[in-house]
């Protein structure tokens, strides 16, 4: 099923040379939150950029809700609210009359009431004629979003929200995110943290080198993180696993020397107790036994490493 | 055609005009009553007359061109880059609104605005002399379409720019010398032969001229040959524009 927004592989070449986006591939589905994880310059903000018309594809095709962003431009671009990573906000005008600006631009006639609801939902209803200038980081970040918002999109990007934001901001900002999301918005953000993916997406996405490397369900790659590994060195070197074992997860190092025992910390047995009795049964001896946790963190650095090289 | 957005940005931005109210129409107002006083009144007493017209009354044309110029390209180059500069740009990028939406509506305030310093101007002028303009809809023709073009010109300037120096540069290198040497303060044909012949390679001459007729019925050059040389001007800044937006010179990557 083609999602709400499809990118079909897309590739972006700076006029430098430098090959921003090498063939990304990538459906969104209606309502769901994704979170674009990757490094400083793996190209989530060209990608974000590409999407809302502001960067130029160099190859390939993306629609937005079935529209071509290139030949119904208008009808693609209505349907998109974007919040830039960097504050920038005409500093003199009032909050009000910036956001009725961006309503206008995208084509939609006055609806006061509506920006009221959008100023209220972000907490800046009192902040409504007061100038930008006059108003701390955070609530500028919250203007920015009732901008993207002003002209009822259907989906929205969120490039780096809590970039520099304190952490109440941050829980702030994710509350106000699932709260986008209740009402039907479809949200794509890019984040480095992944404290951040973890806390509020549906699906991650990670990006390196102008890459998408994987771009998977959440609670699966949770499923992933809550396994934990045991490595148990040997005394002496085994040809292979004993049969009185086979019934573990195992895997056997190819000298031989140590064994790799995969468990579910979740589970309510983790079958540790078990398998070293049997090992001891079947006369193996241990030298060292050391836990290892993978945890997304880990998935990352290891996926980032892995492209990188 | 997107009239929302095309409003939007016009509103915006003659917001930002009114918002400096007192910048946008006290300081051309002061330093033209200061040319009325320093040219019409101290000069006045040593020229009389220049082609059978009263000097002070004679400058009025040449003093509201100069300002209107100066201040469309002002206005539309500053309207444009202030954008850029602050980043806000990229919301026009990512809206639903194409490059004629943009021009009309950044062009239209910025031509706005300096119609209206125009028309004060010309108020203004009626407390120094007496003026009677002989061809009132000319008049107003030619001073919209000046504000159009130079607005124009001012359009691409701002997007040329790529500093708050640049920004300054051409109104400083090339505009203001154009229009001081366009005539604004004499007519041509009181320059020796050689320095009228130059003069004719000057573009704002043909319009000052222009302007001037609309006012007294008489001019350096006809008035066809003005109309023309603004019409000429009005469009290739329309092209450039456009050829702007085609390629995404200075704007996108």
Wanted: with cysteine.
């Amino acid at each position: 099923m083609t999602g709400i927004v499809s990118v079909q592989n897309l590739k972006k070449t700076y006029p430098g040379g430098l090959d921003a986006l090498k063939g990304i591939n990538l459906e969104i589905q209606e309502g769901e939150i994704l979170a674009l994880l990757g490094p400083n310059g793996a190209g989530k903000t060209t990608l974000i950029s590409t999407i809302c018309g502001i960067s130029k594809i160099t190859e390939g095709k993306i629609t937005v809700g079935g529209m071509d962003i290139v030949a119904d431009y208008r009808k693609a671009r209505a349907m998109i609210g974007l919040v830039p990573q960097e504050i920038t906000l005409e500093p003199f005008e009032t909050v009000i009359n910036s956001i009725r600006f961006s309503r206008g631009l995208f084509g939609r006639p006055k609806n006061e009431e509506y920006l009221e609801q959008v100023l209220k939902s972000l907490s800046l209803l009192d902040k409504k004629d007061a100038r930008v200038i006059t108003l701390s980081g955070g609530m500028k970040r919250r203007v920015l979003i009732a901008k993207a918002l002003s002209h009822e999109p259907r989906v929205l990007f969120l490039d780096e929200p809590t970039a520099g934001v304190d952490v109440e901001l941050r829980k702030d900002m994710w509350n106000t995110v699932n709260k986008l999301k209740k009402q039907g918005v479809t949200i794509i953000l890019t984040t480095h943290y992944i404290e951040e993916a973890e806390a509020i997406a549906d699906r991650i996405g990670v990006i390196n080198g102008g890459e998408i490397l994987l771009v998977e369900d959440k609670d699966a790659l949770m499923a992933r993180m809550g396994k934990k590994k045991i490595r148990i060195d040997l005394v002496e070197a085994a040809n292979n696993i004993p049969k009185k074992l086979k019934s573990y997860d195992l895997d056997l190092a190819e000298d031989g020397m140590a064994l790799t025992y995969t468990y579910d910390t979740k589970s309510e047995r983790t079958g540790i107790t078990g398998l070293l009795n049997d090992l001891q049964a079947a006369g193996m001896q241990m030298r060292d036994v050391q836990t290892q946790q993978s945890s997304l963190e880990d998935i990352f650095v290891g996926l980032v490493k892995e492209s990188s090289t | 055609m997107n009239f929302q957005g095309v409003r939007a940005i016009y509103t915006f931005e003659m917001a930002r005009f009114f918002r400096t109210l007192l910048q946008s129409f006290l300081s051309p107002v002061i330093s033209t009553s200061l040319y009325f006083v320093v040219f019409g009144t101290a000069l006045a007493s040593r020229i009389e007359t220049v082609d059978g017209i009263e000097y002070a009354a004679f400058i009025v044309p040449g003093l509201i061109m100069l300002t209107v110029m100066t201040q469309s390209i002002a206005n539309a180059s500053f309207g444009i880059y202030f954008p850029k500069f602050i980043g806000t740009v990229y919301e026009l990028f990512s809206a639903p609104v194409n490059f004629l939406e943009i021009v009309v509506g950044y062009v239209g305030a910025a031509a706005t605005k300096s119609l209206i310093i125009g028309l004060i101007i010309l108020a203004t002028a009626f407390l120094f002399v007496d003026l009677d303009i002989q061809h009132p809809v000319a008049m107003l023709c030619f001073l919209v379409l000046t504000c159009l073009s130079f607005s124009l010109l001012g359009f691409i300037i701002g997007i040329w720019a790529g500093n708050f120096e640049q920004l300054n540069l051409v109104p400083l290198l090339v505009v203001t010398p154009l229009v001081f040497l366009g005539g604004s303060f004499y007519s041509i044909s009181m320059l020796p032969q050689i320095w009228q012949t130059v003069s004719l390679f000057n573009p704002v001459v043909y319009l000052i001229s222009g302007f001037r007729w609309a006012f007294f019925g008489q001019a350096d050059v006809s008035i066809g040959l003005s109309l023309g040389a603004i019409g000429l001007f009005t469009l290739g800044c329309m092209t450039f524009i456009w050829w702007i937006f085609k390629t995404g010179w200075r704007i996108r990557s």
